[in-house]
């Protein structure tokens, strides 16, 4: 959480927050005189009038502190708000929505079965006095003495023993006790497997909630029925294990579902779709789509469908994912593919119709082409379950590409069946572009890629706001999305330079601030501002001519909007820039000083007839002389480069090479120095310690490495991410 959040609230917004921080803040405004154009008591007056002003700075400190106490997420929904008063209630009615859904499935069996665990200690009546023996062995999983118990009082097993009505099964269930369930199953009758708590819960249904896989089995090997009985929720066992994400229960109970179990309720099947994307369960999700098609444009709640989960899933893509620069090197080279555990027609359904290759890999099963080929693939496959073994990293390599292959795969589909099963065009719009936007916002180009592909037409498909795509994408600084719909102008459409609904172009919206999460993925306020220089000076070179001199609805041109949005980055990058040259010209004048001081100090001495060096013939001295003078003038290059920086005018246009070159300079000369100081030092303990054993001579001068690598180490990222950012790749290649 950044440190201005935390002066408003105590953590940042989510979803699982709302009651506490809408109370926070509200306090805070109205602390700050700002909740009155936050609940509307003080309206917006005309442009024109003269307290328009006053109303104006209101809503933008209101709105800035909003957006500042939202968590990335939440901020997505309200970045584009041109009034607090608008942020407040779409925050209001999403996390209410949201809460809503929450509270109908997932809190509801969450508190009962934590209520359930709270009351078991407590005096449950007639039930728990009577069999009390038989309770507490449930509980802690002693089946010696439950066997003892139920042997002389074999009424018991069906028995309600607390106040939930648990019987035996329920209790031992709910505890995880899995050998307790398993010879419990065996002793009790079918039907009373069936028997259900007050809340209309059976023990599969607790087993579905923090059980393990192996009681799911014992019970539905007993009676089939389970499987289909609902609780007071009106779900299902297979519904309880995708709501609590128990991904080893509900991969067994998933694939005890037949097809018509899944078509004979299509809301339970969305349900379970849904749930299957928000458990990262890809693959089931896919099997069951391609079981259930018609789950792909049904709308599960507050009229969404499973594309808009989807789309708030951005880590699950590869254009999303950060690796390292070996962790992006395996996960070009590790072999995966699409485990055949739900469907014996998963092999035709995940084919990648648009990369043969990828088929071969991913497809369940191998090609069916030769016996050779059959055993490349399978020793390919052998060679990387035996490395995961040795070298623990790639199986979480593995485990990402997997998700990520699937997770395309699944967009794909989705997408696949809504164009197909749908021919009502502003249907197919209404229940694709909402998603559209969202990906674009997170900056999921797989999800864009595909939805282009299979409805071209949604590249023009405007928000609530009346910005397309590729506005939606560079208001956000997405710039994966942004090369993607730019790449050989294929997607630059007249749409792209429509006005939205505050009259701004799309050199507007580049002119905009970055949303704060994007903002701080680069270091250091000036390099931010470079960054979004070289975002607004991209789009310019875009759009034409006519727009850069466009007024919005506030009376600014871009330029103008820029200046106004960023003076406080200038400020910031003004800051840590004269910062930065002051320390690094202290060390600088330092090194100058003692090299200067050691060029007339010469190791060894002079002779006093001549006045030359001692050791002017050996290498040592030879090392030491030019090492000396590498050090003094790439020095002294050093200092002149941040002194120049202390001295710049800081305009906004010299934020964009001038004052980045010269930092880079300096830095790179900086360092240079400092490695030519080591070396004059390591050569004058060669010099001094001639006589000496070899070994420590060579000790004490290797000891010169450490502060010229430990200043690489420190500052090398800095110097990498200006030389990217300077003369790397633009926003266009």
Same mark, same amino acid.
């Given at each position: 959480?950044?440190?201005?959040?935390?002066?408003?609230?105590?953590?940042?917004?989510?979803?699982?927050?709302?009651?506490?921080?809408?109370?926070?803040?509200?306090?805070?405004?109205?602390?700050?005189?700002?909740?009155?154009?936050?609940?509307?008591?003080?309206?917006?007056?005309?442009?024109?009038?003269?307290?328009?002003?006053?109303?104006?700075?209101?809503?933008?400190?209101?709105?800035?502190?909003?957006?500042?106490?939202?968590?990335?997420?939440?901020?997505?929904?309200?970045?584009?708000?041109?009034?607090?008063?608008?942020?407040?209630?779409?925050?209001?009615?999403?996390?209410?929505?949201?809460?809503?859904?929450?509270?109908?499935?997932?809190?509801?069996?969450?508190?009962?079965?934590?209520?359930?665990?709270?009351?078991?200690?407590?005096?449950?009546?007639?039930?728990?006095?009577?069999?009390?023996?038989?309770?507490?062995?449930?509980?802690?999983?002693?089946?010696?003495?439950?066997?003892?118990?139920?042997?002389?009082?074999?009424?018991?097993?069906?028995?309600?023993?607390?106040?939930?009505?648990?019987?035996?099964?329920?209790?031992?269930?709910?505890?995880?006790?899995?050998?307790?369930?398993?010879?419990?199953?065996?002793?009790?009758?079918?039907?009373?497997?069936?028997?259900?708590?007050?809340?209309?819960?059976?023990?599969?249904?607790?087993?579905?909630?923090?059980?393990?896989?192996?009681?799911?089995?014992?019970?539905?090997?007993?009676?089939?029925?389970?499987?289909?009985?609902?609780?007071?929720?009106?779900?299902?066992?297979?519904?309880?294990?995708?709501?609590?994400?128990?991904?080893?229960?509900?991969?067994?109970?998933?694939?005890?579902?037949?097809?018509?179990?899944?078509?004979?309720?299509?809301?339970?099947?969305?349900?379970?779709?849904?749930?299957?994307?928000?458990?990262?369960?890809?693959?089931?999700?896919?099997?069951?789509?391609?079981?259930?098609?018609?789950?792909?444009?049904?709308?599960?709640?507050?009229?969404?469908?499973?594309?808009?989960?989807?789309?708030?899933?951005?880590?699950?893509?590869?254009?999303?994912?950060?690796?390292?620069?070996?962790?992006?090197?395996?996960?070009?080279?590790?072999?995966?593919?699409?485990?055949?555990?739900?469907?014996?027609?998963?092999?035709?359904?995940?084919?990648?119709?648009?990369?043969?290759?990828?088929?071969?890999?991913?497809?369940?099963?191998?090609?069916?082409?030769?016996?050779?080929?059959?055993?490349?693939?399978?020793?390919?496959?052998?060679?990387?379950?035996?490395?995961?073994?040795?070298?623990?990293?790639?199986?979480?390599?593995?485990?990402?590409?997997?998700?990520?292959?699937?997770?395309?795969?699944?967009?794909?589909?989705?997408?696949?069946?809504?164009?197909?099963?749908?021919?009502?065009?502003?249907?197919?719009?209404?229940?694709?572009?909402?998603?559209?936007?969202?990906?674009?916002?997170?900056?999921?180009?797989?999800?864009?890629?595909?939805?282009?592909?299979?409805?071209?037409?949604?590249?023009?498909?405007?928000?609530?706001?009346?910005?397309?795509?590729?506005?939606?994408?560079?208001?956000?600084?997405?710039?994966?999305?942004?090369?993607?719909?730019?790449?050989?102008?294929?997607?630059?459409?007249?749409?792209?330079?429509?006005?939205?609904?505050?009259?701004?172009?799309?050199?507007?919206?580049?002119?905009?601030?970055?949303?704060?999460?994007?903002?701080?993925?680069?270091?250091?306020?000036?390099?931010?501002?470079?960054?979004?220089?070289?975002?607004?000076?991209?789009?310019?070179?875009?759009?034409?001519?006519?727009?850069?001199?466009?007024?919005? +609805?506030? @009376?600014?041109? *871009?330029?103008? &909007? $820029?200046?106004?949005?960023?003076?406080? #980055?200038?400020?910031?990058?003004? /800051?840590?820039?004269?910062?930065?040259?002051?320390?690094?010209?202290?060390?600088?004048?330092?090194?100058?000083?003692?090299?200067?001081?050691?060029?007339?100090?010469?190791?060894?001495?002079?002779?006093?007839?001549?006045?030359?060096?001692?050791?002017?013939?050996?290498?040592?001295?030879?090392?030491?002389?030019?090492?000396?003078?590498?050090?003094?003038?790439?020095?002294?290059?050093?200092?002149?480069?941040?002194?120049?920086?202390?001295?710049?005018?800081?305009?906004?246009?010299?934020?964009?090479?001038?004052?980045?070159?010269?930092?880079?300079?300096?830095?790179?000369?900086?360092?240079?120095?400092?490695?030519?100081?080591?070396?004059?030092?390591?050569?004058?303990?060669?010099?001094?310690?001639?006589?000496?054993?070899?070994?420590?001579?060579?000790?004490?001068? +290797?000891? @010169?490495?450490? *502060?010229?690598? &430990? $200043?690489?180490?420190?500052?090398?990222? #800095?110097?990498?991410?200006?030389? /990217?950012?300077?003369?790397?790749?633009?926003?266009?290649?």
């Amino acid at each position: 959480m950044s440190s201005l959040s935390k002066d408003i609230v105590r953590e940042v917004l989510t979803y699982d927050n709302y009651d506490e921080w809408q109370v926070l803040m509200k306090n805070y405004l109205v602390g700050q005189s700002l909740w009155s154009v936050v609940d509307e008591t003080e309206c917006q007056p005309p442009t024109g009038d003269p307290s328009y002003a006053a109303w104006k700075e209101k809503n933008s400190k209101a709105l800035h502190a909003i957006q500042i106490s939202c968590g990335a997420v939440m901020f997505s929904h309200v970045k584009t708000s041109a009034s607090a008063s608008d942020a407040w209630k779409a925050l209001a009615n999403e996390c209410r929505s949201a809460w809503g859904r929450r509270r109908k499935i997932t809190e509801t069996l969450c508190s009962h079965s934590q209520k359930m665990k709270e009351v078991l200690g407590d005096d449950g009546g007639e039930g728990l006095s009577k069999y009390r023996i038989l309770y507490d062995a449930a509980l802690n999983g002693d089946w010696k003495m439950a066997k003892w118990f139920i042997d002389k009082h074999s009424e018991a097993l069906a028995a309600g023993l607390d106040k939930w009505s648990n019987t035996a099964l329920h209790i031992a269930a709910l505890y995880g006790n899995t050998q307790f369930v398993i010879e419990l199953v065996k002793i009790t009758p079918p039907e009373s497997l069936a028997r259900q708590n007050c809340v209309a819960s059976t023990a599969l249904h607790l087993v579905a909630e923090g059980g393990t896989k192996r009681m799911a089995e014992v019970m539905l090997e007993r009676n089939q029925s389970l499987f289909h009985i609902r609780d007071s929720n009106g779900m299902t066992p297979l519904l309880s294990a995708a709501v609590f994400s128990r991904k080893d229960v509900l991969s067994y109970l998933y694939s005890r579902a037949t097809d018509a179990d899944l078509n004979s309720n299509l809301e339970d099947c969305v349900a379970v779709l849904i749930h299957l994307i928000n458990a990262e369960c890809y693959g089931m999700a896919l099997d069951l789509l391609h079981r259930c098609p018609n789950a792909a444009s049904t709308p599960y709640e507050n009229d969404e469908t499973a594309l808009d989960f989807l789309a708030r899933k951005p880590y699950a893509f590869k254009s999303r994912r950060r690796l390292g620069f070996w962790h992006r090197k395996l996960y070009s080279w590790v072999h995966v593919e699409f485990p055949d555990t739900h469907s014996h027609t998963a092999k035709k359904y995940y084919k990648d119709e648009e990369d043969p290759v990828k088929e071969e890999q991913v497809s369940n099963g191998f090609p069916q082409r030769s016996s050779t080929h059959q055993l490349l693939c399978y020793s390919n496959k052998l060679f990387w379950d035996v490395l995961q073994q040795i070298v623990p990293s790639i199986k979480e390599v593995r485990r990402r590409k997997l998700m990520h292959l699937q997770s395309r795969e699944l967009v794909k589909q989705l997408f696949k069946k809504v164009t197909m099963m749908i021919k009502n065009d502003h249907k197919v719009e209404q229940l694709l572009g909402p998603p559209l936007i969202v990906a674009a916002e997170f900056g999921i180009v797989e999800f864009v890629e595909i939805a282009l592909k299979y409805y071209p037409r949604l590249i023009e498909y405007p928000d609530a706001n009346l910005r397309c795509i590729m506005q939606v994408a560079v208001l956000n600084r997405q710039e994966k999305v942004f090369k993607m719909l730019n790449k050989k102008g294929r997607q630059i459409t007249l749409r792209t330079f429509d006005r939205d609904i505050y009259m701004n172009n799309i050199l507007h919206l580049a002119a905009k601030l970055a949303p704060p999460h994007q903002l701080h993925s680069v270091s250091g306020a000036a390099l931010q501002l470079q960054r979004e220089l070289q975002w607004f000076k991209a789009i310019e070179m875009l759009a034409p001519p006519k727009y850069k001199e466009r007024k919005n +609805s506030q @009376g600014l041109t *871009p330029q103008l &909007l $820029f200046s106004e949005e960023h003076k406080d #980055l200038i400020a910031k990058g003004e /800051s840590w820039m004269k910062e930065t040259a002051a320390s690094c010209t202290v060390a600088a004048a330092l090194i100058i000083t003692m090299m200067f001081a050691a060029a007339f100090t010469v190791p060894g001495g002079i002779r006093s007839d001549t006045g030359t060096p001692i050791f002017e013939h050996s290498h040592s001295f030879l090392v030491f002389v030019i090492s000396d003078a590498f050090a003094l003038f790439s020095a002294s290059t050093s200092m002149l480069m941040f002194l120049s920086i202390l001295t710049s005018r800081y305009a906004e246009i010299d934020f964009l090479e001038s004052l980045p070159r010269k930092l880079i300079i300096g830095l790179a000369m900086l360092f240079l120095s400092i490695a030519s100081m080591m070396a004059t030092f390591s050569s004058t303990m060669f010099i001094m310690l001639r006589n000496r054993q070899g070994p420590i001579s060579i000790i004490l001068a +290797s000891l @010169g490495v450490v *502060p010229a690598t &430990l $200043f690489a180490f420190l500052q090398f990222p #800095l110097f990498v991410d200006m030389m /990217s950012y300077t003369y790397g790749s633009g926003i266009f290649h």
